[in-house]
């Protein structure tokens, strides 16, 4: 299989390992790698463990062995932690030039294929967590799962919403958006500048990733729901690299930055699960 390096795809990634290799000689922590250069280090919506055990937890409650499939994976770092609990996880990833390019052994549970011709089989779950512009998979995913979890980037990508589909959205909620992060980040370790003019930036956070939880089958929505509460009342666990958010203050149910725009800022709590029953 060959594959064309002057790619609009390839020919970035090319130059997003140089930035990596530049950033890396006066890096802070190599922690903030995964944030900095998502593609090739982490995900631009993985940030917490929480967010893993949300999604397994929604999967395990339709089934113990749940058929899960991650549509759009890339390197598979969100899919191997989903793997760390549901070992039989697969991914599909339309480009393997990220791979061979770059001579990359692929993982034999990420498949190289294009989604939106067809995927030929029924899941528990799929999980989109990307959607390329131009690009529209829904109705190829919608036909293969009764239950679908899906972000939405507001700061950098396209919505992939599924009501239209005969799915009903029965949760859902909030994390930073790549691009708050990455600036946040890079204001506090590498950006010399006033405190005044660190945190005036840091007010001007406010685009976010929503995470979307989604089904047709209406026998799904009370397993689903209590799934999820069960899982928001337990201890937190964490990653290692969630520190980093906290230092930044991208905290657990943080609404600080929502203090002077909404009268009720609870709605806007980062992690804070919400649900839908009313449009049931």
Request: include cysteine.
């Amino acid at each position: 299989m060959n594959y064309n390096t002057k790619t609009y795809s390839t020919q970035k990634l090319y130059e997003a390992y140089n930035e990596l290799k530049k950033f890396r000689n006066f890096s802070v922590s190599p922690l903030h790698e995964r944030f900095i250069f998502p593609y090739i280090c982490g995900t631009y919506f993985g940030y917490r463990k929480v967010d893993v055990l949300r999604v397994v937890a929604t999967a395990k409650s339709i089934s113990p062995e749940p058929k899960y499939l991650d549509v759009g994976c890339g390197y598979g770092d969100f899919l191997d932690k989903i793997r760390e609990f549901i070992p039989d996880a697969i991914g599909i990833e339309k480009d393997g030039g990220i791979f061979y390019e770059f001579n990359m052994v692929k993982p034999d549970y990420i498949h190289i294929k294009d989604v939106s011709l067809d995927l030929n089989q029924k899941y528990d779950l799929i999980f989109v967590g990307w959607m390329d512009p131009g690009v529209d998979f829904r109705k190829a995913v919608a036909k293969c799962t009764d239950v679908i979890i899906t972000t939405l980037d507001q700061g950098i990508s396209l919505g992939a919403e599924f009501e239209e589909f005969g799915f009903r959205r029965i949760a859902w909620w909030r994390t930073p958006s790549w691009i708050d992060v990455n600036y946040q980040i890079m204001n506090k370790y590498y950006t010399k500048m006033s405190h005044e003019i660190y945190h005036y930036l840091f007010d001007l956070r406010g685009a976010h990733n929503l995470w979307y939880v989604y089904t047709k089958n209406l026998e799904y929505i009370d397993q689903i729901t209590n799934a999820l509460n069960h899982c928001q009342q337990q201890g937190i666990t964490k990653f290692d690299f969630e520190g980093i958010m906290d230092e930044c203050g991208f905290e657990y149910f943080d609404n600080s930055q929502f203090s002077r725009k909404e009268k009720d800022t609870n709605l806007f709590s980062l992690w804070k699960i919400e649900y839908e029953q009313n449009k049931m």
